[in-house]
């Protein structure tokens, strides 16, 4: 919309001269002004970017997007009229991310506007007020939903008009995906709504919307920062994976592998999800380390040299150094540190044996040498996921811990596995799998 076509500027003139043509009517002393304003500032307080937090610019709130259970309370208990205004200061005063501002807020509020009329008119036509004012719930189920379902339409539609017109996307992306994610969510509103509305009606008057709208509230806005934060860690992971594959392409792919396999495992052995997560990133966080070694030793071609042996072999150590002060990864950070230490204790950097190695660090390992041995690498091909299996259950007990080896067993007794290349086979590239093992040990746990 920074750059409006004339289709474009036509629809949102035309949407803001209906929503001003629907709320109009309400500017007279007869209207219900104590609900109007107390449902108005409490839309206007849920609406992002309306009050001013210390971080603003620079860490902005996170956000739920309109609140749509007020807009349909109020389609509930006032007339198509005033509903139509309680939208109006909140889409005015709230943040807008993307120019023309003006523009955009005007479009806001005039849409919500019309919806929210067309939602309150579906409800009167139904006989919601008097159903609300005998209490009768199970006939005022119906016009909630229907003005659920109107609000939910009517929105959708408008907006979907302006995304043909001004961005030009298919009928089909502008309505038919964003209508069916919406209809679930907005049939809940509703029943949120009706009941703010039974408590209205009843004895509780205003207080109502402290009682249901805003516990609600709170409640979606602790749901979009978690997701948030959850979506700025997984973003976090990807830019360390993408750098560590940019300096060692033989591997792509390999760490979202390890992760994969890790999760199988924790799933396999009973973990809470919250460790299944931190699993997930220790697998593909646990080469972050190569960061710190030199690429020329990465993609050596020969034998490494016993020196050159000892500085790829401190990449466990690195790794653990540059995630050390990133908090969410908790229990990862044990696993990037000790995946190449065995349950023999002749592993690295450490030599810590039996439980001495933390359990993220023997999942890691297992599905690190795995992938490893199920990958087509520079000096050899891929083996068959059941010489795999094979190759770790005689490690078992030496280097990999037998609990470990066995759940990834049954996990891909139902999980597929695919197949990866991560490399043209023929070069020699050093150092990679079983040539940082002792010369006496066959299972090729990898770098």
Partial sequence: ??????????????????????????????TAWGTVAV??????????GVLPTRAAGRHP?????????????????LPPAAAALVAVPGSLAGRVEQEPRRVRRLWRAAHLAVAVWAAALAARLLDGPRALAAADLPYALLPATV?????????????????????GRTPRAAWGAPLLGALAPHLTYGLVALMTAVLWQARYGAFAAVLVPLPMYVACWGFARARRERDAHRATVRALVQAVEIKDHYTRGHS??????????????GMPEPRVDALRFAGILHDIGKLGVPTRLLRKNGPLTPAERRVVELHPEYGHEMVRGIAFLGEARDAILHHHERLDGSGYPHGLAGDQIPEFARVVAVADAFDAMTST??????????????????????????????????ALAHHSWPVAASG???????????????????????R
């Avoid at 449902?39 to 992002?48: F, T």
């Avoid at 979202?256 to 052995?269: D, H, K, N, T, Y």
């Avoid at 094979?390 to 811990?401: K, N």
């Fill in 1 to 30: 919309m920074s750059a409006m076509s004339t289709p474009a500027r036509v629809t949102v003139a035309a949407v803001c001269a209906a929503g001003t043509l629907c709320a109009a009517p309400a500017l007279r002393p007869a």
């Fill in 424 to 446: 043209p086979v023929g070069a020699t590239t050093a150092g990679r799998g079983p040539l940082l093992l002792p010369a006496a040990v066959s299972a090729p746990v990898p």
């Fill in 39 to 48: 449902l108005a500032a409490l839309y206007a307080l849920c609406e992002p």
């Fill in 147 to 167: 003005a659920a379902l109107v609000l939910c339409v009517t929105a959708t539609v408008l907006t979907g008009a302006v995304l043909v017109t001004a961005e």
């Fill in 377 to 410: 690498r520079s000096y050899r091909r891929a083996r068959p996921v059941r010489a795999a299996l094979d190759e770790l259950h005689a490690c078992a007990g030496t280097h990999f811990d037998p609990a470990m080896v066995a759940a990834l067993t049954r």
């Fill in 61 to 77: 709130p996170a956000a739920v997007g309109p609140f749509l259970p007020v807009l349909l309370a109020a389609a509930l208990l």
């Fill in 256 to 269: 979202e592998r390890v992760g994969r396999a890790s999760v199988f495992i924790a799933r396999e052995l």
